[in-house]
């Protein structure tokens, strides 16, 4: 992630003068954009860059300054800071109709007086297109959402699901190069939440364009984006894969904020070759891998996800040639929570803290199962700790 | 009639009250100005003379005409400054003051009809206006533009500001915007605002006279000023006109807004 980057000469400023396209420059670039609303920093010098073809997620709490930041992409704010770079050209101080970028809205905003056909004709009919090119093109987005039959219906005649399709449809109409989604399956339920995911993924990649969408629903992000970039409190906390995001968290914060999470404070203690031992006060000495940079000593926190950690009722069932460094914490089951496809038990440590481990249900029937106020040893491996800074 | 049977009969019973105290006098007027009788109280049996009466007194066609003139001209004018000053204090930026300027606007709704009236005659005298068709208007205007400002605003409030973004996202400068899209959706409410500002403006008698001149009395000054004289059925057969033709426009004007608002919400009532 680019950190601070050094304000340039401005030799990218003019229209279309990009000297020099390099194959691998990215679409938009964000550099140190800031947004102030009275003496609120809503988005705090973001600097992002998105190359052709990704899908991005925004994800965080709300407040965090994701709409901001998509609403000064779509033109509806201007930036008071940085500059908003697509293909090359600066276009924080265009209006939103000067973009070639369009935006699909968190309540759809179809116009309730035009009818679907019109809905998604509205834009075209700016272009100066002509007539029968715009039936084609309307009939061939009609198409690309399946909402053939519907063209005549008005937009309170219509399905939730079925008017987040026009809204898409509406969208892509004008094939913009960059599109923005603003949570736009909050609306919808579950289930049909969870097949539009995949619709739309299948679409972004079948038209081959850029998606940008904003969510504070982390499974929808994990799920449809390729990269996500963690928004707090105006700032960009993270930006990497959904897995190095759950695997490898940056921060304290995105490691709570991203799924559940094990946390333990402690001191580093000693090192010893790739592994280092950090002295906890709620779970003992804890063993644990280094982190890829270098840590020195200090104050650090132990994270492990539940799902890291295993539960047996003696201990870890010792393997030939298995590692040796093992964390072994003893406990009894204080609480168990049954969610179907797993289950999350919350041990209650000998040490006084606690510990939440998620186990499959890989039987159906439970002989496995522990119960209230049964003795659990619960163990993981270094690997899978992560260490971060306090 | 079923429907009726459904409702208990005390409902029925305050129903017919409440009706009946509206409009049994207006039925009394209506019924009398078919009257023969020369005499306002006496029936003489049915007859279209008090008609006949009216459309053959000048003065009185003078002053229909009048009304009507001033009742479609301060109400057009009224609509336009209303609808651009609802816009202004509902789209524009906030700025210093707009409380206060929202405020100050529904200030003529509740400010004594005496004291609009003398103070636009006061300004009228003061700029040694000629005083009639233009003047009335004018005060008229003044008056009724606040009501057309106010329903326009309130369905300015209840739209999606989002409407006028995606617009603006679709390709559409604010300008465009505002016609293509938030136009269409406040007509209703502009709609109802000029037909209200035409009945008020119709039936307006305290500010027309403070405002009107020799020779360009309206309606209401003129059946004013003849009933001081005593009432002749004539002036029965004048309120049934301007009756039928306010029944008229209200009619008209909920037609339009119900054909014109299908996304289920109905224009700003009257």
């Known amino acids: ?390 | 009639m079923r429907k009726f049977s459904r409702l208990s009969r005390f409902n029925v019973a305050s129903l017919a009250l409440g009706l009946a105290f509206l409009y049994l006098p207006i039925l009394i007027l209506v019924i009398y100005s078919f009257n023969a009788s020369r005499l306002v109280t006496v029936w003489g049996g049915w007859s279209l003379r008090w008609y006949q009466e009216f459309f053959n007194d000048r003065a009185m066609i003078e002053a229909s005409w009048m009304s009507l003139k001033v009742a479609v001209s301060s109400a057009s004018i009224a609509t336009l400054i209303g609808t651009l000053a609802a816009v202004a204090l509902s789209r524009g930026e906030r700025f210093r003051g707009r409380t206060l300027f929202s405020g100050m606007l529904y200030a003529p709704l509740v400010m004594p009809e005496v004291i609009s009236g003398l103070s636009l005659l006061l300004l009228f005298v003061a700029l040694n206006a000629e005083r009639g068709f233009w003047t009335v208007t004018i005060a008229h205007t003044t008056l009724t533009m606040c009501f057309v400002a106010v329903v326009v605003q309130s369905r300015l409030g209840s739209l999606d500001r989002s409407l006028e973004e995606a617009a603006m996202d679709l390709g559409c400068d604010p300008v465009r915007a505002f016609v293509a899209v938030t136009l269409p959706l406040i007509a209703p409410a502009i709609v109802a605002g000029w037909m209200l500002a035409f009945t008020l403006s119709l039936d307006d008698l305290v500010i027309a006279s403070f405002t009107t001149g020799p020779g360009s009395a309206t309606l209401p000054i003129r059946i004013y000023s003849e009933v001081r004289l005593g009432v002749k059925p004539e002036i029965n057969a004048i309120c049934t006109l301007v009756i039928g033709l306010i029944a008229m426009v209200i009619v008209v004007a909920s037609l339009a807004s119900k054909l014109s608002s299908s996304q289920g919400e109905s224009a700003a009532p009257l």
């Open chain 1, 1 to 390: 992630m680019a950190g601070e980057l050094p304000k340039t000469d401005g030799a990218v400023d003019t229209a279309g003068g990009d000297a020099h396209p390099a194959a691998d420059q990215p679409l938009l670039r964000i550099e140190g954009v800031a947004k102030t609303f009275g003496t609120f920093r809503a988005v705090d010098g973001v600097s992002l860059d998105i190359k052709a073809g990704e899908f991005f997620a925004l994800l965080g709490p709300s407040g965090c300054g994701k709409t901001t930041l998509l609403r000064m992409l779509a033109g509806f704010e201007a930036p008071d800071e940085g500059r908003i770079l697509l293909g090359g050209k600066d276009i924080a101080q265009a209006l939103p109709h000067e973009r070639p970028i369009n935006m699909m809205f968190q309540n759809y905003a179809l116009f309730p007086h035009l009818s679907v056909r019109d809905n998604i004709a509205f834009g075209l009919k700016r272009t100066g297109m002509a007539r029968v090119e715009i039936a084609t093109r309307v009939a061939e987005m009609v198409a690309l959402v399946k909402l053939e039959g519907l063209e005549k219906r008005k937009p309170d005649q219509l399905s939730g699901g079925q008017r987040q399709r026009v809204a898409l449809a509406r969208a892509l109409a004008r094939r913009p190069q960059l599109l923005l989604l603003d949570e736009p399956l909050a609306a919808l339920d579950k289930k049909l939440r969870e097949s539009t995911q995949g619709e739309l993924m299948e679409l972004q990649r079948r038209l081959g364009m850029t998606f940008i969408i904003v969510t504070h629903d982390q499974e929808e992000a994990m799920t449809m984006a390729s990269r996500i970039g963690v928004m707090n409190a105006g700032k960009l906390a993270q930006v990497a894969t959904p897995r190095e995001l759950y695997e490898a968290p940056r921060s304290r914060w995105i490691a709570e904020f991203v799924g559940d999470i094990n946390l333990f404070d402690g001191e580093s203690k000693l090192r010893d070759g790739h592994r280092l031992v950090i002295g906890t006060r709620d779970a003992g000495a804890l063993v644990v891998a280094e982190p890829r940079e270098p840590v020195g000593a200090g104050k650090f926190s132990v994270a492990i996800r539940p799902e890291k950690i295993k539960l047996s009722r003696r201990g870890p069932v010792s393997e030939a040639g298995h590692e040796t460094a093992i964390n072994r914490l003893e406990g009894v089951v204080a609480d168990i929570c049954y969610l179907g496809g797993t289950t999350t038990y919350k041990v209650k440590l000998d040490s006084g803290g606690m510990v939440q481990a998620s186990v499959a249900n890989s039987a159906r029937l439970d002989v496995d199962a522990y119960s209230l106020n049964q003795h659990v040893v619960a163990w993981f491996t270094p690997d899978d700790c992560v260490v971060l800074p306090s």
